[in-house]
């Protein structure tokens, strides 16, 4: 008798050791999915702001681009344009020449 209540004691303390061990396991479980999850979420954002800050940066960097152009295309056109008048002034001056020889 007294070894049956012992196996039985001892059969009830595996299952109360087997159910608080999938309690724990189905706990660590949970935490590690919210983990990872939340890390998951963190690097998103991350990501999101390293984007955000490319794009910014790139913008920038497309803006002071234009800027020099811009001023590189204005100082052709000045340079073009002061030769244009010199020839045509050259050109007004060859031409009063030979209608005044």
């Known amino acids: 008798m007294e070894l049956i209540k ?3 004691n001892a059969e009830s303390e595996a ?9 724990e396991a189905t706990t660590l479980l949970e935490n590690a999915s919210k983990k990872r999850d ?4 963190a690097a998103a954002g991350e990501r999101k702001e390293a984007i955000a800050q490319a794009v910014d940066s790139a913008s920038q960097e497309g803006q002071a681009e234009v800027g020099k152009l ?4 204005q100082t ?7 030769s ?3 020839k045509v002034g050259q050109a007004v001056a060859k031409v009063v020449g030979k209608i005044g020889s």
Do not use: C, V
Not at 38 to 41: G, K, T, V, Y
């Open 15 to 23: 299952k109360d050791i087997i159910e608080n061990a999938h309690m």
């Open 70 to 73: 811009k001023s590189d295309g």
């Open 6 to 8: 012992k196996i039985k």
């Open 76 to 82: 052709q056109r000045q340079q073009i344009e002061d």
């Open 38 to 41: 939340e890390q998951l979420d």
């Open 84 to 86: 244009a008048r010199n």
